[in-house]
């Protein structure tokens, strides 16, 4: 007997066609196997009174179905298409002057424009004006050592107007473009070395808030990493009220439950700003992996990309990058060291 409710779903006739451009909206699975597969799928159509339909994998598999072996595959070779098509879209953005429509980037995927905005950002983790936006920031940085003056780096970079340009600046740069230019000249950052039970611990703060913390276990090369961080600006140390500031972040490594109210000086790409504040979400004594960071950011493919935006971070223990473990609960590396990054979540799980 048929089913007249899967029959007259639409649903059902993408399947019947095995229909590509319906794959990022549905999938089916099979009641009788316990699977489920794209519409695309090349498997064995099955009756369609055993059929039920879900708008994602990860709804399929909450309602205890499992991926099928051939949509594993399918999975594996459309993921592998995808990374193709959006590689020669970053391609065509970063050789544009400015930033191609999304009408143009689809057409040239071959997908439509909301199906090609889903499938760029499950990719790259940003919208394909995040992409072009950082970009133009790395372009910027670029040619603001090279270029003659600010102007010509502004325009170099792809901004078409200066005014355009000074809006983000400032956010994507962290001061303003002639001090970026200068290695940081102008900006003066207050810093303090101190001990920790982790060993030594470097807090330095521009007019913005905290914009390090350093571990290690050699002051003295702690001070050299933080002016290569910034080179031109005026460091300024051996201020025994700002000693105070690394009595706090002490404070938080000794007690992670007392909690650090400091602002922060972040600053990085749209990508690690969004991922630093999802490490900024986990509590303290909980942690996540790589994996479900990229999942909690809305770009599940994401996952490498989350790593090294965790291995970009500079605030230690501020933005708690050591609460990242691998899915299977093992620690990975830990920019300030494995066994630091162990010891700080011993102590959170004992609080």
Request: hydrophobic letters at 45%; glycine letters at 8%.
């Amino acid at each position: 007997m048929k089913n007249s409710a899967t029959h007259n779903d639409p649903r059902w006739a993408a399947v019947q066609a095995r229909d590509p451009a319906a794959d990022a909206q549905f999938v089916y699975a099979v009641k009788t196997t316990g699977v489920y597969a794209r519409p695309s799928s090349a498997a064995r159509l099955p009756q369609p009174q055993n059929v039920e339909f879900f708008d994602t994998p990860a709804a399929a598999e909450a309602a205890g179905y499992r991926p099928s072996r051939r949509a594993v595959a399918d999975q594996t070779a459309l993921s592998a298409q995808h990374a193709a098509l959006v590689a020669a879209a970053c391609r065509q953005i970063e050789a544009s002057d400015a930033l191609p429509s999304l009408q143009d980037l689809a057409t040239q995927a071959g997908l439509s424009p909301f199906h090609f905005h889903r499938v760029f950002k499950s990719v790259t983790g940003l919208t394909p004006k995040g992409y072009a936006d950082a970009q133009r920031a790395r372009k910027l940085r670029a040619q603001l050592g090279s270029s003659g003056t600010v102007t010509e780096a502004i325009y170099s970079a792809g901004f078409n107007s200066s005014s355009r340009f000074y809006e983000a600046a400032d956010q994507r740069l962290g001061m303003t473009a002639s001090d970026y230019r200068a290695g940081g000249g102008g900006t003066a950052i207050q810093f303090a070395i101190g001990a920790s039970s982790l060993g030594a611990i470097l807090v330095a703060e521009s007019p913005r808030g905290v914009c390090a913390i350093l571990l290690g276990d050699d002051p003295d090369a702690l001070a050299r990493e933080l002016q290569d961080m910034f080179p031109q600006a005026q460091l300024v140390g051996d201020d025994a009220a700002f000693a105070q500031r690394v009595a706090q972040v002490v404070g938080l490594i000794e007690a992670p439950g007392l909690g650090l109210q400091l602002p922060l000086d972040v600053r990085g790409t749209a990508f690690q700003e969004r991922v630093w504040q999802a490490l900024r979400d986990i509590p303290a004594g909980s942690t996540a992996s790589y994996a479900e960071i990229a999942a909690r950011i809305g770009a599940p493919n994401s996952f490498r990309a989350v790593a090294q935006a965790c291995g970009a971070n500079r605030l230690a223990v501020a933005i708690p990058c050591h609460r990242v473990v691998r899915s299977d609960g093992g620690l990975s590396g830990y920019r300030w060291g494995v066994e630091r990054k162990r010891s700080l979540l011993e102590r959170e799980a004992a609080v």
